[in-house]
């Protein structure tokens, strides 16, 4: 189908000041992005994924400015033994960053690929963004693919023995990033990696995620609460036999986020869990865009999303489970929540199920409601002020999010930082 | 220690009025029971109390030690004192019991100006009260009150009411849906609360659990006021008789 004109001229306007990288050997990938994108245009908000998410300030050629954000806060996993790459506005910093060797993980830089004539990640690279095109257009990403200025590639091929730490920082106000990651969990390999920090203006970050046979991947991401900041995540995670794939991610505050994830279950007995719990406080929107596919027998995949919305805040929450004909005992698990903390703020919500295999097990559940008052009575019944029962009941609220983190430290951690934002939220 | 004068309450959105004139004085040291048929006014009176929503005081007052419950939030009526046991203590999935417990105690003490107790001061003492109530280490962690029976449920309020130490304590139809034994555990919680510095108002429909917590004074609550009150003796004549007898002596 051709492109309307409106789109057409949309995305024209978009790419006409941007430049492919000069990228070596990812340079036919960048082409073939680019040419994806052409054919499916930027998004535009009657786009059936961008009915509840206004696309336009993501696809103007100009990023909207983002006044720098300094809460004086050591910033999230600031206290976990790990090892650090730090981005500012999108480019590696090597000073800040730790030395990327660590045992049982070969980490790149994605310039390095682009040079060297032969890379594992030369294969990888734009492949699952490609393949997670598919039912679904998914045009941020593949622009990210085009475009994509920096990066990593890990390969985990052992235990590590900290986790990888991404860091994006955002130094100037009119920033616009393209970061790319490619990372691949060998057999029986077993890895962490966190990513926190606003990176830009607007941040457009890609991560594809292949996890083979027996794998494990945790992913716990923190999107801190830099007002102006817009981000738009793009995660694909394709998983082998008996692997196992968990990404929790935390979002405060921030006037535009969208992160999408798009998972494939291509092994039997794989596992994936995607979780979140966004606090929004006023100008805030936040779309969680979820597509996970079964593929293989008697795979488990779990969504599991709350939102905390007060003046004004908008949460999205759209999230699909497509189990393939032949997928049989697959188990699908999928809720998303909010909590409404008043009458301004919305949660928009479209839940999916798409089921071409007999015997399976999936359900789902979507709910909105405001604070539970017979609890907020109880607590303060007993002498907590409203504030403290507030936020008593708002963690109680996300806990079953938070819960989908594996790691105990990283739970505390998450939970601490949450506590900290809602003091913060009282001023 | 709690005065109510002349109390009478409306249900907020229904404009129906629900207490009609409450006078009722309970001292320090003593136990006061108010029996009273279904829809009498009770759990209103306990409500209005505790300051929970929904309720509009038109006429009346209500001080503990002088001072002014019903301009109070909820939280500040527990500082100065004042414990509701509710009838249907509210579960709260997400909160731990033991969280919650040492939150409350300490939004307390912070309110009255005192230090936090220390995490070790508080476990000690919330293992050793949990112990006389059959409360287990499991009861603690869990959330609270999900999943818990109806026993369990109003052993937890006791453990709350042992550990907030208030100087007033109200008692919603602690009884209801409790076995005997169980019952025998809570009266035996509260008997050991009894104290000449603390008053007790216990709501309640039936007489048995009187047996347990032997009160100074009954009232008998109907259609919103108090009809009668007197010694224990009242509550024997109720069980003997019912409300119905006593309305239709009292008119």
């Known amino acids: ?427 | 220690m709690l005065e109510i004068k002349n109390l009478h309450v409306d249900l907020e959105d229904e404009e129906k009025s629900i207490l009609k004139g409450v006078d009722l004085t309970v001292e320090a040291g003593k136990v006061h029971a108010i029996m009273g048929p279904n829809g009498s006014g009770k759990s209103t009176l306990s409500y209005v109390l505790s300051g929970r929503d929904g309720y509009e005081v038109t006429q009346g007052s209500a001080t503990l030690d002088g001072v002014d419950l019903l301009a109070l939030e909820p939280e500040e009526r527990a500082a100065e004192g004042l414990f509701l046991a509710f009838q249907y203590p509210v579960e709260i999935p997400g909160v731990g019991n033991m969280t919650f417990l040492r939150t409350a105690v300490n939004a307390q003490r912070k309110a009255r100006g005192q230090d936090e107790m220390s995490a070790a001061d508080f476990l000690k003492e919330v293992r050793e009260k949990a112990k006389t109530l059959k409360i287990d280490a499991d009861m603690l962690k869990r959330p609270v009150n999900v999943g818990f029976s109806g026993g369990e449920k109003k052993r937890n309020e006791i453990l709350q009411m042992a550990m907030l130490a208030p100087k007033m304590c109200i008692l919603d139809e602690t009884d209801s849906g409790l076995d005997v034994d169980a019952m025998k555990l809570v009266a035996e919680g509260v008997n050991a609360l009894r104290d000449e510095g603390r008053g007790f108002l216990v709501i309640t429909h039936y007489q048995r659990l009187l047996d347990h917590i032997r009160p100074d004074v009954v009232h008998i609550m109907s259609e919103g006021r108090i009809i009668k009150s007197g010694g224990p003796e009242l509550a024997l004549e109720v069980e003997k008789n019912g409300y119905e007898n006593l309305k239709a002596e009292v008119a």
């Not at chain 1, 992913?219 to 998983?239: C, P």
């Not at chain 1, 951690?413 to 934002?421: D, F, M, P």
Request: charged letters at 25%.
């Open chain 1, 1 to 427: 189908m051709a492109l309307d004109d409106t789109k057409h001229s949309a995305t024209e306007a978009r790419l006409a000041s941007m430049v492919v990288p000069d990228v070596g050997c990812t340079s036919e990938a960048r082409q073939e992005a680019l040419a994806r994108l052409r054919s499916m245009g930027l998004p535009h908000r009657r786009d059936e994924y961008w009915k509840f998410t206004r696309p336009d300030t993501l696809v103007q050629p100009e990023p909207p400015q983002a006044a720098l954000f300094d809460d004086g806060e050591a910033p999230v996993f600031d206290s976990f033994d790990r090892l650090k790459i730090v981005f500012v506005d999108g480019m590696f910093d090597p000073e800040l960053s730790d030395d990327l060797t660590l045992e049982g993980v070969v980490i790149d830089r994605l310039e390095d690929v682009c040079c060297s004539t032969e890379h594992w990640a030369e294969d990888f690279y734009g492949t699952l963004e490609a393949a997670g095109q598919v039912p679904v257009d998914r045009p941020l990403a593949a622009l990210n693919t085009a475009y994509a200025g920096d990066g990593v590639t890990i390969r985990v091929t052992g235990r590590p023995s900290k986790p990888i730490n991404l860091i994006y920082t955002h130094e100037a106000t009119a920033s616009d990033v393209f970061l790319h990651h490619v990372v691949r969990v060998e057999e029986g390999a077993c890895a962490t990696i966190l990513e926190n920090g606003p990176a830009a203006a607007r941040f457009n970050n890609c991560m594809e995620v292949d996890v083979a046979d027996g794998g494990t991947l945790h992913v716990v991401r923190a999107q801190g609460r830099d007002h102006e900041r817009r981000a738009v995540t793009n995660l694909f995670a394709r998983l082998g036999r008996e692997s196992v794939f968990k990404c929790f991610t935390l979002t405060a505050n921030g006037v535009l986020t969208r992160n999408e994830c798009v998972v494939t279950l291509t092994g039997d007995d794989a596992v994936a869990h995607v979780a979140g719990a966004a606090m929004g406080d006023g100008d805030f929107h936040q779309d969680d865009t979820v597509f996970i596919t079964h593929d293989a027998e008697r795979c488990e995949s779990r969504q599991v999303f709350k939102k905390v919305l007060s003046n004004g805040a908008v949460g999205v929450f759209q999230g699909k489970i497509l189990v393939k004909p032949g997928a049989q005992k697959t188990d699908g698990y999928q809720i998303s929540q909010s909590m409404l903390l008043d009458g301004d703020s919305e949660f928009l919500v479209k839940p999916e199920l798409e089921i071409y295999a007999d015997d399976v097990a999936c359900s789902h559940g979507s709910t909105s409601g405001a604070i539970d008052e017979d609890a907020l009575y109880y607590l303060r019944a007993r002498g907590l002020p409203k504030d403290i029962a507030t936020d008593l009941l708002t963690l109680a609220f996300v806990a079953e999010a938070v819960e989908e983190i594996e790691d105990d430290a990283l739970r505390e951690e998450i939970n601490g930082q949450l506590a900290t934002w809602l003091d913060w939220r009282k001023g």
